[in-house]
Nanobody
Framework: VQLVESGGGLVQPGGSLRLSCATS???????????MSWYRQAPGKEREWVAT????????DYADSMKGRFTISRDNAKNTVSLQMNNLKPEDTAVYYC?????????WGQGTQVTVSS
């Protein structure tokens, strides 16, 4: 299984970015059977959970500091998951990771850097 993030970059405070996670290799169990999440890790800090979307996209959950600014979505036909980030703040600067989980199995992407700075 491979998860490849893209869409990171440098953005000014108040700006927006859309992260994407392209997945492949879900052979034993389909992509749609995995809950998908985004995590992030800022320099010198532990990795923290950002958002999760259920298998069919009907349920979403967000960390408190992201509610109202971030939107997670998935496309089970394309095996992708996205994170729309609006009103970005300097404290959102981090490496963002895509994560897949199904029961006892989980997979991580390599991460994409998001830097919010003027």
């Amino acid at each position: 299984v491979q998860l490849v993030e893209s869409g990171g970059g440098l953005v000014q405070p108040g700006g927006s970015l859309r992260l994407s996670c392209a997945t492949s290799g879900f052979t034993l169990f389909a992509f749609s059977s995995y809950a998908m999440s985004w995590y992030r890790q800022a320099p010198g800090k532990e990795r923290e959970w950002v958002a999760t979307i259920g298998r069919f996209g009907l349920s979403t959950d967000y960390a408190d500091s992201m509610k109202g600014r971030f939107t997670i979505s998935r496309d089970n036909a394309k095996n992708t998951v996205s994170l729309q980030m609006n009103n970005l703040k300097p404290e959102d600067t981090a490496v963002y990771y895509c994560h897949a989980r199904r029961m006892g199995n989980e997979y991580w992407g390599q991460g994409t850097q998001v830097t919010v700075s003027s």
